[in-house]
């Protein structure tokens, strides 16, 4: 299982955008990059998925370099909601295999 | 669609009793996922069902932990007897194809106490 480096916390504020990078040095040909968001006492939540270039959704955009080492994840405009762990995780998501949750990027979004 | 559920929300027990903690997958999910998070460390992968099969059971920490998916709908997941190590929160998730797409629904998860 390929292993992942995230910064253990990030500040920001209100309104800008932050960008959370992921190192993945090791990932296979076959890995997906998957990015969770967890708040307190709550599960991690999905937010985007991708495997190289470009992916965007309503929340996020997940930029991934053409060797895949790593990847950032990019939260448009934060607000205080935002203020959350997030989770880089790296793995074959056909094959079912079981994803490690490294210990993620604490954010903090500040008024 | 209603999300994955877990009950109890919270269960407090005293050390050598049973627990048994129940997941409700997403309605469809073949895939069925217990993690859990001890003592504020990292989240840790417990078993991977698909139906009522055992996929990968490699991360069940020893005998105490029994999961079972009958008929493969709900799950359970017995811990007999708990000891203190156990206290954490234990979550579920469910997936229709592996993680493909949209990856896993979380559950709230289950706070288990051990006293």
């Known amino acids: 299982l390929a292993k992942t480096t995230q910064p253990i916390s990030m500040d920001s504020y209100e309104g800008q955008e932050v960008n959370i990078t992921c190192s993945h040095n090791?990932?296979?040909?076959?890995?997906?990059i998957t990015w969770y968001q967890q708040f307190p006492s709550q599960g991690p939540r999905f937010i985007i998925q991708?495997?190289?270039t470009k992916v965007t959704n309503e929340v996020a955009s997940l930029f991934i370099p053409a060797d895949r080492k790593s990847s950032t994840l990019s939260l448009p405009r934060v607000s205080l909601s935002d203020t959350a762990v997030y989770y880089c995780?790296?793995?074959?998501?056909?094959?079912?295999?079981?994803?490690?949750f490294g210990p993620g990027t604490r954010l903090s979004v500040l008024p | 669609e209603a999300g994955v559920t877990q009950f109890p929300s919270h269960s407090v027990i005293e050390k050598g009793q049973t627990v048994t903690l129940r997941c409700d997958p997403i309605?469809?999910?073949?895939?069925l996922y217990w993690y859990r998070r001890v003592m504020g460390k990292e989240i840790k992968f417990l078993l991977h069902?698909?139906?009522?099969?055992?996929?990968?059971e490699s991360g069940m920490p020893n005998n105490r932990f029994l999961a079972e998916r009958t008929g493969g709908t709900y799950s359970t997941l017995k811990v007999q007897p708990a000891e203190l190590e156990d206290s954490g929160v234990y979550f579920c998730?469910?997936?229709?194809?592996?993680?493909?797409?949209?990856?896993?629904?979380f559950g709230s998860g289950t706070r288990l106490t051990v006293v």
């Open positions: 309605s469809g999910h073949d895939n």
């Open positions: 991708g495997y190289k």
């Open positions: 090791n990932i296979a040909t076959n890995d997906y």
């Open positions: 069902f698909v139906k009522e099969s055992k996929q990968d």
């Open positions: 998730a469910s997936s229709q194809a592996p993680q493909a797409y949209y990856g896993y629904t």
């Open positions: 995780l790296v793995g074959d998501i056909y094959y079912g295999q079981n994803f490690v």
